[in-house]
């Protein structure tokens, strides 16, 4: 009797050892993982970029359409299999097929050097399709919005085509801006596309005073992806901003993206018209190319112009 009653006094000393062993282990291993996490900026690849996953060899693989590979239909984080957490030893053989993706930060950090490459600000960022009102705005404004959804939905299609490029023109105030800005940051948001934010008065000042980087930066205005010239010659005391200079420059970007098939999102205060009377060349290049996408807002300023707005 006092035998047993020793024996499983021990026992019962040994177990607490060992649960309080465990613990210890268990707490250790965790500080390690968070203090290894903390060292990463994505602590869900730990920075590798990709994402290993382990199959069951009994998992059955699908094709996906889109990206036009097998898929497993189930699969583990290759970490959790490695420390164990999957299966006992003697059944990793059966855990031996591998599956990667890469990873969602991948995409992120491309999307957050598109935007800051882009020259759009945080403010700017905001301006989405979203936060567009068309509700007791007139027709222009919703055919305006209408043109600049469509542009962007249909710009996988057109955008190496003759008329592949958008010009929102007329009225100031009217949701030009906003509009060009909302498709230039859906494409590249959604579709990881190369932008260029170009204001023209601020623009143009830049690239007289830094001369040095005039072709530099002219050449970064031809070769990208798209290119959004704001209130191109936004005129002043009611005339144009066009000098020799400032035409010869714009005309040197517009050329090469016309001929090489580049898209232009335009905004100006400028009807075609009137930017065909301040250089023919150019305003009928501008015209070819947004041919299929134009909307040209005027009428009542009191209706159209949103700051005048209640
Ligand atoms: N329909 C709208 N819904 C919500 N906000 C709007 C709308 N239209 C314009 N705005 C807002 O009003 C302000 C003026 O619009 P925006 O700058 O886009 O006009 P614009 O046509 O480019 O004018 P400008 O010719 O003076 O440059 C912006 O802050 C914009 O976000
Ligand atoms: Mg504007
Ligand atoms: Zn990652």
Redesign the pocket.
């Known amino acids: 009797m006092s035998t047993t009653t020793h024996s499983s006094n021990t026992g019962q000393k040994l177990q607490a050892i060992i649960t309080n062993l465990r613990k210890k282990s268990a707490q250790y291993s965790e500080r390690v993982a968070s203090e290894e996490e903390a060292d990463y900026e994505c602590a869900t690849c730990k920075d590798r970029g990709i994402i290993v996953y382990r199959v069951h060899k009994d998992t059955p693989w699908e094709l996906d359409e889109k990206k036009k590979h097998l898929v497993p239909e189930a699969m583990v984080p290759e970490d959790d299999f490695l420390s164990g957490k999957v299966c006992t030893p003697d059944k990793a053989r059966e855990w031996k097929d591998t599956y990667s993706k890469q990873c969602e930060c991948v995409r992120q950090k491309k999307i957050a050097r598109l935007m800051k490459a882009s020259g759009i600000t945080e403010e700017f960022e905001k301006l989405v399709f979203g936060n567009f009102k068309t509700e007791g705005k007139p027709d222009m404004i919703k055919e305006a919005y209408d043109c600049a959804i469509e542009y962007f939905k249909d710009f996988e299609n057109i955008h190496r085509k003759r008329s592949n490029s958008i010009a929102l023109l007329g009225q100031?105030g009217s949701g030009?801006?906003?509009l060009s800005t909302a498709i230039m940051n859906n494409l590249i948001k959604k579709k990881s596309i190369h932008c260029l934010y170009f204001p023209y008065v601020e623009g143009m000042g830049n690239l007289k005073t830094d001369f040095d980087q005039l072709e530099t930066k002219l050449d970064a205005m031809r070769k990208v992806e798209v290119l959004f010239i704001?209130?191109l010659f936004k005129p002043a005391k009611g005339q144009p901003r066009a000098t020799e200079w400032q035409i010869e420059q714009i005309q040197s970007v517009v050329n090469y993206r016309y001929l090489n098939h580049l898209p232009l999102l335009i905004?100006s205060e400028l009807t075609t018209d009137e930017l065909l009377n301040i250089d023919e060349a150019l305003g009928s290049r501008i015209h070819q190319m947004c041919r299929d996408y134009t909307v040209i807002i005027k009428g009542d300023r009191m209706k159209l112009n949103h700051r005048l707005g209640d």
Do not use: E, R
Request: charged content about 45%; hydrophobic content about 0%; proline content about 14%.
């Open positions: 100031p030009k801006t906003h704001d209130d905004s």
